[in-house]
């Protein structure tokens, strides 16, 4: 674990930022557990599936999961929420909804998910800067297909760029365009949040 100084951290955010560039099982599956998600690690895909999820952990919002998977042909997704908690204890489901996607949003997920940077392991370099912040939230995305499971656990792009710090926060940072466009697209597609079209944290 690392040590933030004398500032009191959330349970769930000092695990996330002990928990990057590690694998991430062992904090979040409490949360997946309590969303009825299952692990994305089967090892068991054909050639023609893939299985993917985004979620996302934030101090002061309700907890969000977002997956899409692949099987005998059909793309399905399913966003279900968690009630938010003071304490950071799992909270009931308060959404749960399942569609299918059409062959265009299908694409466009795709599209996302076959950028080879979106997947890179956290640098040294990124890894110190991701450790420096308190509050917030924390996104972890995952995707498992024929290549097998790879995962990425950061901090907030959105909420980076949006600090008053970017510049220089950002200066030793990758390029997190690709992290916001998938997290917007998805929220859109899913309505997981009405009011959120556009991520926001």
């Not at 299918?100 to 110190?128: G, V």
């Not at 991701?130 to 995962?151: C, I, K, P």
Request: hydrophobic share 35%; proline share 4%; aromatic share 12%.
């Amino acid at each position: 674990m690392h040590r933030v100084g004398f500032v009191a951290l959330p349970l769930f955010l000092l695990c996330a930022i002990a928990l990057a560039g590690e694998q991430p099982e062992s904090y979040w599956r409490k949360y997946h557990r309590g969303m009825k998600e299952p692990s994305l690690r089967s090892g068991k895909l054909r050639d023609d599936e893939f299985a993917f999820r985004w979620t996302r952990l934030s101090n002061s919002g309700e907890p969000l999961a977002i997956r899409i998977w692949c099987h005998d042909g059909e793309t399905r997704c399913r966003s279900v929420r968690l009630a938010y908690r003071l304490d950071f204890s799992i909270g009931p489901i308060t959404a749960d909804k399942t569609t299918k996607l059409s062959p265009s949003q299908n694409r466009e997920l795709r599209s996302y998910l076959s950028r080879h940077d979106l997947w890179c392991a956290l640098s040294p370099q990124e890894q110190a800067m991701q450790n420096r912040f308190l509050g917030g939230a924390h996104w972890l995305f995952e995707v498992e297909d024929r290549s097998g499971y790879r995962f990425v656990s950061l901090f907030s792009p959105a909420l980076l760029t949006a600090s008053s710090r970017s510049k220089d926060t950002l200066r030793g940072m990758r390029n997190v365009e690709g992290y916001l466009s998938l997290a917007t697209f998805l929220l859109r597609l899913t309505r997981v949040f009405p009011d959120e079209t556009q991520v926001a944290y």
